[in-house]
């Protein structure tokens, strides 16, 4: 099913005209596009909220791949105060890896 397509005209100030037309750009979208996505209101659309939430997930894959070694050790009985350091320095990585990309989202 083909969806009904209807164009609507828009008056901008120069000003406006040529943000519109940078921040669509810096977005790696067209105007058209980045206009779409504002209106649908979907932020996890936009390039630079998925390049945040991609490193994100690479943080938390590399950190869970150390808690998991942490986890084989203390299984086999080599867990020390040292191991018990780095994990809790993992975790606070992870907290703050966390805490940038809520900051930069504006807690939606």
Avoid: C
């Avoid at 040529?18 to 996890?44: C, F, H, S, T, W």
């Avoid at 390039?47 to 490193?55: F, N, T, V």
């Avoid at 050790?73 to 606070?92: E, H, K, P, V, W």
């Amino acid at each position: 099913m083909k969806k009904e397509v209807v164009k609507k005209t828009l008056r901008l100030v120069k000003e406006d005209s040529d943000l519109l037309y940078e921040k669509a750009k810096q977005a790696g979208m067209n105007e058209n596009e980045y206009l779409r996505v504002l209106i649908r209101e979907k932020p996890a659309d936009m390039p630079e909220i998925r390049g945040l939430m991609k490193s994100l997930i690479n943080e938390v894959n590399h950190i869970g791949v150390n808690v998991n070694q942490i986890a084989r050790n203390s299984n086999a009985g080599y867990f020390g105060s040292a191991d018990r350091q780095q994990l809790l320095a993992y975790m606070q990585k992870l907290n703050e890896a966390v805490e940038q990309v809520v900051a930069k989202l504006g807690n939606q």
